[in-house]
């Protein structure tokens, strides 16, 4: 099972989701944390027998070192003195004037109110706060001074506890913060790789045809596939636009040597006396027409293979077998490997029937066929066999072979190798291009290989009906 699938961060539906409720989950967390930090908490209830023997103990104690004090030292130092041998936090609350003195671990009493409240109460009791347990009031009286007293020990507050006694306020702000803080995370993470595929469109719209999406490819969820799909788009505009650039200029490469010959041609018969007859004029001519011929075979050829690659040919298919689509080529290719002194062996094994247009197959697999001869040293073999409801039909010569390197390209328009640019011995490279778009109409496929022992060979695979 791929459980990459389950991944909810590879779809953006779940990236959404789990953002929604996270931010959700910290709103409402924050809510809490908010509201428990405005209600009091402030607990009173009564003192078990630890707590009053301490804070027995402390009022005696507290008595004691005043009874020692020094003459003039304000009562805070001696109080100081105390909380810091005790490790305790010690109040003294004056009932008249409502003035507090602490002395311990804490350096300031952040709420008052638990304390004041207790002023006038009967009864000692233990006060439960966020600052610390403390316990009191009990009567004291020092210096002359009538006091309250509460001792207790503080609780360490932390970041939590010091964020509770800000302000309502800014609490509220800061979960706000925080909640945007995840909000722009969210949008980031969806407005990057779009800004990165509005910028690779406009580069592409602009002419820059090697734009690509970036790291917004390499995501696993629908933005990523969206720049992937348009990296493929890119590549494929890539290449058909520049197989148009080169298709012009191949074309004009291949034009330009006929219509010089056809003018030189011209210029010969232009200067002989029109009144004589001569073999020069005569030789002139045939050259015009044979170049006039070649002009017109090079943009049918061109014709063709345009319409094949925009789909504009209207198939013509009907049923028909490999026999009648055969005959007639193999006996017109067996005829011209015997002018070329050359072999054709042909084995056919058994007969098929196909749904094929058989003008645009037969010259697919004639160009094929002339090819393989051109090129062979002395021997082409044509092999037709049936295997798995396909047909397939095997082209291969005895010649010196296509370097490796050539052999996905060789079915592209006027691609040449370099050991076959010669117009007369290598044509202007439409052929195999052709026949590889009449056998892509037909549903099939067409592949090339080197053989082991020298030689090219061409596999055609056509789709039968049974």
Known sequence: MNWQHLNPFRSLYGRIFLWFWGTTIVMIVGAVWIMQSIKAEVEYLPMDEKQQFMLENSRKSLQRQFSRNR??????????????????????????????????????????????????????????????????????????????????????????????????????????????????????????????????????????????????????????????????????????????????????????????????????????????????NEQALARIEKEAHQMEHMVAQVLMLSRLDSNARVSQKRTISFDALLTGLLADCEFEAKSMDKQLSVDIECDANMSADEDLLASGIENVLRNALKYADRHVSFTLCIKDNMAELVICDDGVGIPESDLSNIFQPFYRVSSARDRDSGGIGLGLAIASRAVAVHNGKITAHNQIKGGLCVNIRLPIID
């Open 71 to 280: 003459d003039g030292e304000p009562v805070q130092n001696t109080l100081e003195r105390f909380g810091q041998r005790g490790k305790m936090t010690v109040i003294l609350l004056n009932p008249q004037n409502k003035e507090i003195i602490l002395s311990g671990p804490m350096p300031r009493l952040h709420n008052e109110k638990p304390f004041l409240d207790l002023i006038d109460s009967a009864n000692p009791l233990r006060i439960i706060t966020p600052m610390g347990d403390f316990s009191g009031p009990m009567a004291i009286n020092l210096v002359d001074t009538d006091y309250l007293l509460f001792v207790g020990r503080v609780r360490p507050m932390g970041f939590p506890g010091e964020m509770r006694r800000k302000p309502p306020l800014l609490l509220i702000s800061l979960v706000l913060l925080i909640s945007a803080f995840l909000c722009s995370l969210i949008a980031w993470s969806l407005v990057k790789p779009i800004k990165q595929l509005q910028d690779a469109t406009k580069r592409m719209a602009s002419g820059e045809l090697t734009s690509r999406v970036g790291s917004a490819s390499y995501r696993g969820d629908e933005i990523g596939q969206l720049g992937r799909d348009f990296n493929h788009m890119a590549e494929q505009i890539e290449t058909l636009l520049t197989g148009q650039k080169r298709l012009l200029g191949d074309i004009s490469h291949e034009l330009r040597s006929p219509l010089t010959r056809m003018q030189l041609a011209i210029g010969i018969a232009q200067q002989q006396d029109p009144s004589v007859s001569s073999a020069s």
